[in-house]
């Protein structure tokens, strides 16, 4: 079995300041064997959010991994966005935009999906594409883990990031399994499934310590790969109650190349 642990959003400047640590005790609780966090680590990407995020992130004791959101570059200072809107996450977080964790019979493969240009909406390349694909593991489950999501639900008024579809048509054809995001503050697993499956499963992540009302609660999940099962253990806080609730299951199996609900 490999666990990966999926938090996201973050964003250290608004964040939840009382559920830091029960968030910590679940996160370390877990073992997991890799922890993926997936963008807005910060709320406008100023230098003392990253030092509260890096200090965060220094405290959880598994292995590591994380990509920019769109709130990880500057907002406001249209100089820094487009000369330089990394300087504050390589310095307090990674050198690296898109790492590569791999675990067990797991591999993680980060991008960075930020557009300076527009900076809420995000983008993938065929470029980006091409290096997930140029580096899958036969031998491996196979993650995409970015801020961005492939797809939306209809609800969501958020335009769709630039490049989305047919990055999800190369994903799906050329051996890509999973795909971890967040952007949305809205939790989502298998909504894009269908009937018959699809060769790719969607886990989007809620917001783990925003604190902006509207969210209504904060989460995170742990993901257990057993062969082709996947086991997820989704953790969610309400914001009217102090902490976590019991945590819920859920479980998928891939057969014939196919996710499905198990």
Not at 243 to 256: M, N, W
Request: glycine share 8%.
């Amino acid at each position: 079995m490999t666990r990966i642990l999926h938090l996201s959003d973050l964003h250290f400047g608004y964040e939840r300041a009382s559920l830091i640590e029960p968030l910590l005790d679940l996160v370390n609780a877990a073992r997991a064997d890799l922890v993926v966090v997936t963008g807005d680590l910060t709320h406008r990407g100023r230098s003392a959010q990253f030092a509260r995020a890096a200090a965060f992130l220094r405290r959880i004791e598994a292995p590591l991994i994380a990509v920019p959101g769109n709130h990880d570059i500057p907002l406001y200072k249209l100089s820094d966005r487009m000369m330089q809107p990394y300087v504050r996450w390589r310095r307090a977080i990674a050198e690296t935009l898109e790492p590569v964790g791999h675990v067990g019979a797991v591999r993680v493969q980060g991008l960075n999906s930020v557009d300076p240009m527009a900076w809420q909406r995000g983008i993938i390349t065929p470029a980006q594409v091409a290096r997930v694909i140029a580096g899958l593991d036969p031998s491996c489950t196979n993650i995409v883990a970015l801020h961005h999501p492939l797809q939306q639900r209809p609800q969501v008024d958020k335009a769709l990031m630039k490049g989305a579809a047919p990055a999800l048509t190369r994903f799906e054809t050329d051996g890509v399994q999973l795909v971890l995001s967040g952007h949305l503050h809205l939790w989502s697993i298998g909504a894009f499934l269908g009937e018959t499956g699809r060769p790719v499963l969607q886990v989007q992540a809620g917001t783990a310590l925003c604190a902006r009302p509207d969210d209504r609660q904060n989460e995170f999940a742990v993901l257990d790969f057993r062969g082709p099962d996947l086991i997820v253990e989704r953790h969610v806080a309400p914001m009217d109650e102090p902490g976590f609730r019991p945590r819920q299951e859920l479980r998928f199996a891939r057969r014939h190349g196919l996710w499905r609900p198990a």
